[in-house]
Protein backbone atom coordinates (compact mmCIF):
# COMPACT_ATOMS: atom_id res chain seq x y z
CA UNK A 1 0.00 0.00 0.00
CA UNK A 2 2.91 2.44 0.73
CA UNK A 3 4.21 1.66 -2.27
CA UNK A 4 1.19 2.77 -4.30
CA UNK A 5 0.94 5.27 -2.62
CA UNK A 6 4.35 6.80 -3.50
CA UNK A 7 3.99 5.25 -7.18
CA UNK A 8 0.78 8.43 -7.19
CA UNK A 9 3.53 10.30 -5.44
CA UNK A 10 5.83 9.35 -7.87
CA UNK A 11 4.11 10.09 -11.00
CA UNK A 12 3.43 13.51 -10.24
CA UNK A 13 6.92 14.03 -9.77
CA UNK A 14 8.12 12.01 -13.13
CA UNK A 15 10.83 10.96 -11.25
CA UNK A 16 10.82 7.13 -12.12
CA UNK A 17 11.26 6.52 -16.13
CA UNK A 18 10.48 2.55 -15.13
CA UNK A 19 9.40 1.28 -11.64
CA UNK A 20 10.28 -1.91 -10.64
CA UNK A 21 8.59 -2.75 -7.29
CA UNK A 22 8.97 -6.35 -7.77
CA UNK A 23 13.04 -6.11 -7.24
CA UNK A 24 12.62 -4.69 -4.56
CA UNK A 25 9.96 -6.57 -3.12
CA UNK A 26 12.23 -9.74 -4.21
CA UNK A 27 14.87 -7.65 -2.46
CA UNK A 28 12.95 -7.61 1.18
CA UNK A 29 11.67 -11.49 0.54
CA UNK A 30 15.46 -12.63 0.64
CA UNK A 31 15.63 -10.74 4.00
CA UNK A 32 12.78 -12.83 5.58
CA UNK A 33 14.67 -15.85 4.08
CA UNK A 34 18.28 -14.82 5.43
CA UNK A 35 16.58 -14.69 8.85
CA UNK A 36 14.96 -17.72 8.78
CA UNK A 37 17.85 -19.50 7.73
CA UNK A 38 20.28 -17.60 10.43
CA UNK A 39 22.17 -16.32 7.68
CA UNK A 40 23.94 -12.64 8.02
CA UNK A 41 22.56 -10.48 6.52
CA UNK A 42 24.36 -7.70 3.65
CA UNK A 43 24.91 -3.85 5.01
CA UNK A 44 21.77 -2.70 2.68
CA UNK A 45 19.52 -6.04 3.16
CA UNK A 46 16.34 -5.26 1.96
CA UNK A 47 16.58 -1.37 1.50
CA UNK A 48 14.50 -0.51 -1.42
CA UNK A 49 16.79 2.08 -3.60
CA UNK A 50 16.49 4.11 -6.68
CA UNK A 51 18.87 3.58 -9.50
CA UNK A 52 19.70 6.93 -11.65
CA UNK A 53 19.28 5.43 -15.46
CA UNK A 54 22.59 5.76 -16.47
CA UNK A 55 23.75 2.41 -14.72
CA UNK A 56 23.23 -0.68 -17.08
CA UNK A 57 20.91 -3.00 -15.31
CA UNK A 58 20.60 -6.45 -16.69
CA UNK A 59 17.41 -7.38 -18.42
CA UNK A 60 15.87 -3.65 -17.32
CA UNK A 61 15.64 -0.84 -20.10
CA UNK A 62 18.56 1.45 -19.88
CA UNK A 63 18.42 4.76 -21.32
CA UNK A 64 20.35 7.60 -20.14
CA UNK A 65 17.17 9.47 -20.71
CA UNK A 66 17.75 9.76 -23.83
CA UNK A 67 15.73 8.70 -27.24
CA UNK A 68 18.17 7.37 -28.44
CA UNK A 69 18.35 4.45 -26.52
CA UNK A 70 14.51 3.62 -26.02
CA UNK A 71 13.86 0.25 -25.83
CA UNK A 72 17.93 -0.54 -25.19
CA UNK A 73 17.64 -3.66 -22.62
CA UNK A 74 20.94 -4.12 -21.09
CA UNK A 75 22.54 -8.17 -21.07
CA UNK A 76 24.73 -7.24 -18.08
CA UNK A 77 24.92 -5.34 -14.62
CA UNK A 78 27.23 -2.24 -13.73
CA UNK A 79 29.65 -2.74 -11.50
CA UNK A 80 27.94 -0.75 -9.09
CA UNK A 81 24.61 -1.79 -9.09
CA UNK A 82 26.14 -5.39 -8.98
CA UNK A 83 27.52 -4.25 -5.73
CA UNK A 84 24.01 -2.67 -3.97
CA UNK A 85 22.37 -5.96 -4.93
CA UNK A 86 25.34 -7.81 -3.36
CA UNK A 87 24.98 -5.66 -0.43
CA UNK A 88 21.26 -6.69 0.06
CA UNK A 89 19.76 -3.53 -1.70
CA UNK A 90 16.52 -4.05 -3.90
CA UNK A 91 15.95 -1.84 -6.81
CA UNK A 92 12.49 0.17 -6.46
CA UNK A 93 13.23 1.68 -10.23
CA UNK A 94 15.28 3.59 -12.80
CA UNK A 95 15.42 7.40 -12.36
CA UNK A 96 14.74 10.03 -14.74
CA UNK A 97 18.07 12.74 -15.43
CA UNK A 98 19.10 15.01 -17.69
CA UNK A 99 19.78 13.56 -20.87
CA UNK A 100 23.29 11.42 -20.75
CA UNK A 101 23.65 13.78 -17.63
CA UNK A 102 24.22 16.81 -19.31
CA UNK A 103 22.18 19.54 -17.52
CA UNK A 104 21.48 21.50 -14.34
CA UNK A 105 17.94 21.36 -14.26
CA UNK A 106 16.68 17.88 -15.14
CA UNK A 107 14.75 19.64 -18.26
CA UNK A 108 16.89 17.91 -20.87
CA UNK A 109 15.22 14.31 -20.25
CA UNK A 110 13.77 12.99 -23.11
CA UNK A 111 11.61 11.89 -20.62
CA UNK A 112 10.17 14.81 -19.06
CA UNK A 113 11.79 17.13 -16.66
CA UNK A 114 11.23 15.87 -13.03
CA UNK A 115 9.38 18.35 -10.82
CA UNK A 116 10.87 19.14 -7.28
CA UNK A 117 8.62 18.13 -4.33
CA UNK A 118 9.53 22.00 -2.74
CA UNK A 119 7.69 24.78 -3.34
CA UNK A 120 8.59 28.36 -2.18
CA UNK A 121 7.18 29.56 1.07
CA UNK A 122 4.13 31.46 0.19
CA UNK A 123 5.11 33.12 -3.31
CA UNK A 124 3.14 31.60 -5.92
CA UNK A 125 3.06 27.70 -6.83
CA UNK A 126 5.91 27.40 -9.33
CA UNK A 127 7.02 23.73 -10.45
CA UNK A 128 10.63 24.25 -9.02
CA UNK A 129 13.64 21.63 -10.23
CA UNK A 130 14.73 19.47 -8.23
CA UNK A 131 18.44 19.86 -10.06
CA UNK A 132 21.08 17.94 -12.44
CA UNK A 133 21.53 15.70 -13.65
CA UNK A 134 20.43 13.83 -10.84
CA UNK A 135 17.22 15.52 -10.35
CA UNK A 136 15.05 12.19 -10.75
CA UNK A 137 17.63 11.30 -7.70
CA UNK A 138 17.08 13.85 -5.61
CA UNK A 139 13.69 14.26 -6.13
CA UNK A 140 12.45 10.52 -5.68
CA UNK A 141 15.02 10.68 -2.39
CA UNK A 142 13.24 14.38 -0.57
CA UNK A 143 10.20 13.18 -1.04
CA UNK A 144 10.73 10.27 0.84
CA UNK A 145 9.67 7.85 -2.26
CA UNK A 146 12.78 5.75 -1.52
CA UNK A 147 15.73 6.15 1.39
CA UNK A 148 18.60 6.31 -1.21
CA UNK A 149 19.66 6.51 -4.86
CA UNK A 150 22.11 6.10 -6.70
CA UNK A 151 23.89 9.59 -8.86
CA UNK A 152 26.73 9.97 -10.96
CA UNK A 153 28.59 13.45 -10.92
CA UNK A 154 30.67 14.72 -13.90
CA UNK A 155 30.71 18.27 -12.83
CA UNK A 156 28.60 18.98 -10.09
CA UNK A 157 25.59 16.17 -10.57
CA UNK A 158 25.23 14.54 -7.25
CA UNK A 159 26.14 17.72 -5.51
CA UNK A 160 24.19 20.24 -7.14
CA UNK A 161 20.36 18.22 -7.35
CA UNK A 162 21.58 16.82 -3.69
CA UNK A 163 21.46 20.89 -2.47
CA UNK A 164 18.58 22.05 -4.61
CA UNK A 165 16.62 19.14 -2.81
CA UNK A 166 17.49 19.42 1.21
CA UNK A 167 19.54 16.04 0.35
CA UNK A 168 23.19 14.57 1.22
CA UNK A 169 24.94 13.45 -1.56
CA UNK A 170 28.57 12.34 -2.65
CA UNK A 171 30.94 12.17 -5.07
CA UNK A 172 33.75 10.21 -3.79
CA UNK A 173 37.75 10.35 -5.23
CA UNK A 174 37.59 9.81 -9.46
CA UNK A 175 38.17 5.74 -9.38
CA UNK A 176 36.10 4.92 -5.88
CA UNK A 177 33.39 3.43 -7.76
CA UNK A 178 33.81 1.54 -10.72
CA UNK A 179 32.49 3.25 -14.33
CA UNK A 180 31.79 -0.15 -15.95
CA UNK A 181 28.44 -0.53 -17.11
CA UNK A 182 27.84 3.17 -16.93
CA UNK A 183 27.17 5.07 -19.89
CA UNK A 184 29.90 7.48 -20.22
CA UNK A 185 29.69 10.70 -20.02
CA UNK A 186 32.95 12.31 -20.09
CA UNK A 187 35.10 9.05 -18.71
CA UNK A 188 37.83 11.61 -17.05
CA UNK A 189 35.49 13.08 -14.66
CA UNK A 190 32.36 10.66 -14.09
CA UNK A 191 32.01 9.22 -10.71
CA UNK A 192 29.00 7.57 -9.03
CA UNK A 193 27.70 8.16 -5.66
CA UNK A 194 25.27 8.22 -3.17
CA UNK A 195 22.62 10.13 -2.19
CA UNK A 196 19.98 9.86 0.67
CA UNK A 197 19.08 11.62 3.84
CA UNK A 198 21.68 11.75 6.01
CA UNK A 199 25.57 11.44 6.25
CA UNK A 200 25.65 8.17 7.76
CA UNK A 201 23.24 6.69 5.01
CA UNK A 202 25.50 7.89 2.21
CA UNK A 203 28.52 6.48 4.66
CA UNK A 204 27.21 2.92 4.36
CA UNK A 205 25.78 2.98 0.71
CA UNK A 206 29.23 4.23 -0.40
CA UNK A 207 30.89 1.55 1.07
CA UNK A 208 28.68 -1.20 -0.27
CA UNK A 209 29.02 1.06 -3.71
CA UNK A 210 33.04 1.02 -4.24
CA UNK A 211 35.87 -0.97 -4.81
CA UNK A 212 38.57 -2.10 -7.09
CA UNK A 213 37.18 -3.55 -10.24
CA UNK A 214 39.53 -4.87 -12.83
CA UNK A 215 37.18 -4.37 -15.74
CA UNK A 216 37.63 -0.53 -15.21
CA UNK A 217 41.01 0.99 -16.01
CA UNK A 218 41.08 3.89 -14.07
CA UNK A 219 39.87 2.14 -10.87
CA UNK A 220 41.35 2.33 -7.70
CA UNK A 221 43.08 -0.49 -6.60
CA UNK A 222 42.41 0.16 -2.81
CA UNK A 223 40.57 -0.85 0.58
CA UNK A 224 37.26 0.08 0.68
CA UNK A 225 37.36 1.86 4.56
CA UNK A 226 34.29 0.85 6.98
CA UNK A 227 33.58 4.94 6.76
CA UNK A 228 30.06 4.79 8.38
CA UNK A 229 31.48 2.73 11.62
CA UNK A 230 34.13 5.44 11.92
CA UNK A 231 31.84 8.43 11.48
CA UNK A 232 33.00 11.22 14.18
CA UNK A 233 31.80 14.84 14.42
CA UNK A 234 34.45 15.43 16.87
CA UNK A 235 36.50 18.44 14.30
CA UNK A 236 39.43 18.93 17.12
CA UNK A 237 42.70 19.28 15.80
CA UNK A 238 41.26 19.66 11.44
CA UNK A 239 41.95 22.49 10.13
CA UNK A 240 39.27 24.17 7.34
CA UNK A 241 39.79 25.99 4.36
CA UNK A 242 37.71 28.89 3.24
CA UNK A 243 38.61 29.96 -0.68
CA UNK A 244 38.37 33.00 -1.15
CA UNK A 245 37.88 33.14 -4.84
CA UNK A 246 34.68 31.16 -4.18
CA UNK A 247 33.37 34.72 -2.92
CA UNK A 248 32.28 36.09 -5.98
CA UNK A 249 31.34 39.62 -7.04
CA UNK A 250 27.41 39.85 -6.69
CA UNK A 251 26.64 36.60 -4.80
CA UNK A 252 23.40 36.50 -3.32
CA UNK A 253 23.63 37.26 0.52
CA UNK A 254 21.85 34.47 1.58
CA UNK A 255 24.38 32.00 0.11
CA UNK A 256 27.22 34.20 1.75
CA UNK A 257 25.29 33.92 4.57
CA UNK A 258 24.59 30.12 4.62
CA UNK A 259 28.37 29.47 4.47
CA UNK A 260 28.97 32.06 7.18
CA UNK A 261 26.65 29.09 9.27
CA UNK A 262 28.56 26.62 8.19
CA UNK A 263 31.85 27.90 8.80
CA UNK A 264 30.38 28.51 12.95
CA UNK A 265 29.13 24.89 12.89
CA UNK A 266 32.53 23.59 11.50
CA UNK A 267 34.41 26.01 14.75
CA UNK A 268 31.37 24.28 17.08
CA UNK A 269 32.72 20.84 16.28
CA UNK A 270 36.29 21.76 16.97
CA UNK A 271 37.93 22.46 13.68
CA UNK A 272 40.38 25.84 12.94
CA UNK A 273 39.26 28.07 10.26
CA UNK A 274 41.60 29.40 7.72
CA UNK A 275 41.70 31.44 4.72
CA UNK A 276 43.02 29.57 1.89
CA UNK A 277 43.69 30.50 -1.97
CA UNK A 278 42.65 28.55 -5.41
CA UNK A 279 43.79 31.31 -7.45
CA UNK A 280 43.14 29.58 -10.72
CA UNK A 281 39.20 29.00 -9.99
CA UNK A 282 37.23 31.53 -12.48
CA UNK A 283 38.82 29.29 -15.12
CA UNK A 284 37.84 25.52 -13.80
CA UNK A 285 34.07 26.16 -15.63
CA UNK A 286 35.36 27.44 -18.89
CA UNK A 287 37.66 24.10 -18.88
CA UNK A 288 35.21 22.00 -17.82
CA UNK A 289 33.02 22.57 -20.65
CA UNK A 290 35.65 22.51 -23.19
CA UNK A 291 36.73 18.91 -21.73
CA UNK A 292 33.65 17.54 -20.51
CA UNK A 293 31.92 18.19 -24.33
CA UNK A 294 35.31 17.11 -25.97
CA UNK A 295 35.16 13.38 -23.92
CA UNK A 296 31.46 13.53 -25.05
CA UNK A 297 31.66 13.72 -28.48
CA UNK A 298 33.84 10.87 -28.39
CA UNK A 299 31.97 8.72 -25.93
CA UNK A 300 28.56 9.78 -28.12
CA UNK A 301 30.01 8.16 -31.47
CA UNK A 302 28.98 4.33 -30.51
CA UNK A 303 25.34 5.75 -31.42
CA UNK A 304 25.37 4.92 -34.39
CA UNK A 305 21.94 3.25 -35.10
CA UNK A 306 23.37 -0.28 -35.34
CA UNK A 307 24.54 -1.26 -31.89
CA UNK A 308 22.21 0.14 -29.34
CA UNK A 309 18.34 1.15 -29.03
CA UNK A 310 16.52 3.44 -31.92
CA UNK A 311 17.31 2.79 -35.45
CA UNK A 312 16.04 5.40 -37.87
CA UNK A 313 16.19 4.01 -41.56
CA UNK A 314 15.05 7.47 -43.63
CA UNK A 315 12.89 6.51 -46.92
CA UNK A 316 14.43 6.21 -50.56
CA UNK A 317 15.01 9.83 -52.56
CA UNK A 318 15.11 10.65 -56.30
CA UNK A 319 15.20 6.88 -57.12
CA UNK A 320 18.44 6.70 -54.74
CA UNK A 321 18.80 4.07 -52.41
CA UNK A 322 19.19 5.81 -48.36
CA UNK A 323 22.75 4.46 -47.33
CA UNK A 324 24.38 3.49 -44.43
CA UNK A 325 25.47 7.20 -43.69
CA UNK A 326 21.73 8.36 -44.13
CA UNK A 327 20.82 5.86 -41.11
CA UNK A 328 23.19 7.37 -39.07
CA UNK A 329 22.65 10.93 -39.80
CA UNK A 330 18.54 10.26 -39.38
CA UNK A 331 19.12 8.46 -36.14
CA UNK A 332 21.26 10.45 -34.49
CA UNK A 333 19.38 13.52 -35.23
CA UNK A 334 16.48 12.38 -34.35
CA UNK A 335 17.73 10.27 -31.38
CA UNK A 336 19.78 13.10 -29.68
CA UNK A 337 17.81 16.11 -27.87
CA UNK A 338 19.41 19.83 -28.27
CA UNK A 339 21.80 20.26 -25.13
CA UNK A 340 23.49 16.83 -26.11
CA UNK A 341 23.69 18.02 -29.77
CA UNK A 342 25.40 21.29 -28.29
CA UNK A 343 27.48 19.03 -26.85
CA UNK A 344 28.59 16.73 -29.49
CA UNK A 345 29.28 20.08 -31.59
CA UNK A 346 31.57 21.77 -28.88
CA UNK A 347 33.19 18.96 -28.38
CA UNK A 348 34.21 17.85 -31.76
CA UNK A 349 34.86 21.93 -32.74
CA UNK A 350 37.51 22.00 -30.13
CA UNK A 351 39.30 18.38 -30.82
CA UNK A 352 39.59 19.35 -34.56
CA UNK A 353 42.97 19.78 -36.10
CA UNK A 354 42.57 23.62 -36.17
CA UNK A 355 41.63 24.20 -33.25
CA UNK A 356 42.60 21.96 -30.86
CA UNK A 357 46.20 23.47 -29.41
CA UNK A 358 43.84 26.43 -28.50
CA UNK A 359 40.88 24.69 -27.00
CA UNK A 360 41.22 21.33 -25.88
CA UNK A 361 45.09 21.10 -24.48
CA UNK A 362 44.58 24.77 -23.26
CA UNK A 363 41.99 23.47 -21.33
CA UNK A 364 43.90 20.08 -20.06
CA UNK A 365 46.85 22.77 -18.67
CA UNK A 366 44.16 24.59 -16.78
CA UNK A 367 42.67 21.24 -15.42
CA UNK A 368 46.89 20.92 -14.30
CA UNK A 369 46.25 24.24 -12.85
CA UNK A 370 43.40 23.69 -11.38
CA UNK A 371 44.47 20.42 -9.30
CA UNK A 372 47.73 22.45 -8.15
CA UNK A 373 45.87 24.74 -6.40
CA UNK A 374 44.04 22.02 -4.33
CA UNK A 375 47.49 20.24 -4.00
CA UNK A 376 48.92 23.56 -2.53
CA UNK A 377 46.11 24.20 -0.08
CA UNK A 378 46.20 21.11 1.15
CA UNK A 379 49.38 22.60 3.19
CA UNK A 380 47.39 24.46 5.22
CA UNK A 381 44.37 22.90 5.66
CA UNK A 382 42.43 18.74 5.85
CA UNK A 383 39.23 20.18 4.19
CA UNK A 384 37.43 22.95 2.28
CA UNK A 385 33.95 24.60 2.92
CA UNK A 386 31.74 26.09 0.29
CA UNK A 387 28.78 26.83 -1.29
CA UNK A 388 27.39 23.91 -3.28
CA UNK A 389 25.51 26.23 -5.28
CA UNK A 390 25.35 30.02 -6.30
CA UNK A 391 21.75 30.00 -5.79
CA UNK A 392 18.76 27.83 -4.76
CA UNK A 393 16.48 25.96 -6.69
CA UNK A 394 15.16 27.67 -9.53
CA UNK A 395 11.59 27.20 -11.41
CA UNK A 396 11.42 25.08 -14.31
CA UNK A 397 11.40 26.70 -17.47
CA UNK A 398 13.24 29.57 -16.30
CA UNK A 399 16.41 29.14 -17.66
CA UNK A 400 15.02 28.15 -21.09
CA UNK A 401 17.17 30.01 -23.32
CA UNK A 402 20.46 30.45 -21.39
CA UNK A 403 22.38 27.68 -21.25
CA UNK A 404 25.23 29.88 -20.15
CA UNK A 405 23.84 30.88 -16.61
CA UNK A 406 22.58 26.82 -16.55
CA UNK A 407 26.37 26.17 -16.81
CA UNK A 408 27.10 28.30 -13.72
CA UNK A 409 24.89 26.19 -10.95
CA UNK A 410 28.15 24.29 -11.17
CA UNK A 411 31.02 27.25 -10.71
CA UNK A 412 31.29 25.97 -7.54
CA UNK A 413 31.48 22.06 -8.65
CA UNK A 414 33.50 21.72 -11.23
CA UNK A 415 37.09 22.28 -9.46
CA UNK A 416 37.15 19.00 -7.22
CA UNK A 417 35.11 17.41 -10.54
CA UNK A 418 38.33 18.48 -12.37
CA UNK A 419 40.96 17.65 -9.63
CA UNK A 420 39.23 14.27 -8.94
CA UNK A 421 38.50 15.04 -5.44
CA UNK A 422 35.79 13.51 -3.03
CA UNK A 423 33.22 16.68 -2.52
CA UNK A 424 29.84 16.41 -0.68
CA UNK A 425 26.95 18.50 -0.34
CA UNK A 426 24.84 18.37 3.09
CA UNK A 427 21.65 20.48 4.01
CA UNK A 428 22.40 23.36 5.78
CA UNK A 429 19.42 25.86 6.12
CA UNK A 430 17.07 27.35 4.07
CA UNK A 431 16.48 30.65 2.08
CA UNK A 432 13.71 32.97 3.11
CA UNK A 433 11.74 31.38 0.45
CA UNK A 434 11.82 28.08 2.39
CA UNK A 435 14.12 26.37 -0.45
CA UNK A 436 16.97 24.21 0.87
CA UNK A 437 20.41 25.40 0.82
CA UNK A 438 23.83 23.24 0.70
CA UNK A 439 26.84 23.26 1.61
CA UNK A 440 29.88 21.82 -0.17
CA UNK A 441 33.04 20.22 1.16
CA UNK A 442 36.19 19.21 -0.25
CA UNK A 443 38.72 16.98 0.65
CA UNK A 444 41.91 15.32 -0.16
CA UNK A 445 42.20 12.68 -2.60
CA UNK A 446 40.55 8.83 -0.78
CA UNK A 447 40.02 11.19 2.25
CA UNK A 448 36.09 10.06 2.07
CA UNK A 449 35.92 9.67 5.64
CA UNK A 450 37.83 13.48 6.61
CA UNK A 451 35.14 14.36 4.23
CA UNK A 452 32.00 12.77 5.76
CA UNK A 453 32.83 13.89 9.41
CA UNK A 454 33.04 17.25 8.10
CA UNK A 455 29.51 16.69 6.35
CA UNK A 456 28.47 15.37 10.00
CA UNK A 457 28.88 17.97 11.98
CA UNK A 458 27.24 20.25 9.57
CA UNK A 459 23.87 18.04 9.17
N1 LIG B 1 25.65 20.25 -15.13
C1 LIG B 1 26.92 19.82 -15.62
C2 LIG B 1 26.84 19.53 -17.09
O1 LIG B 1 25.81 19.72 -17.64
C3 LIG B 1 27.38 18.61 -14.87
C4 LIG B 1 26.65 17.40 -15.24
C5 LIG B 1 27.12 16.18 -14.50
O2 LIG B 1 27.83 16.26 -13.52
N2 LIG B 1 26.77 15.03 -15.04
O3 LIG B 1 27.76 19.10 -17.69
Redesign the pocket.
Known sequence: EAFNANVAAAGALNAFIVATPEKALAAADAVDEARSAGKQLGPMAGVPIGMKDLFCTDGVQTTAASHILEGFVPRYESTVSANLWKAGAGMLGKLNL?QF????SNETSYFGNVVSPWRTAGGGNAAMSPG???GGSSAAVSARLCPAATG???????R?PAAFAGITGVKPTYGRCSRWGVVA?ASS??QAGPMARNVEDCAIMLEAMAGFDPKDATSLDMPVPNWAEMLDADLTGKRVGIPREYRMDGMDAEILDNWERGKTMLRDAGAEIVDISLPHTKYALPA??II?PAEASSNLARYDGVRFGLREMPSDKDGERAGLQDMYAATRSEGFGD?VKRRILIGTYVLSAGFYDAYYNQAQKVRALVAQDFEKAWGSCDVILAPTTPTASFPLGSLDDDPLT??L??VF?VPA?LAGLPAMSVPAGMNSQGLPLGLQLVAKPFDEQGLMNAGLAIE
Open positions: DAMGSGSSTDTGGSIQFLDYYAEMYNDAS
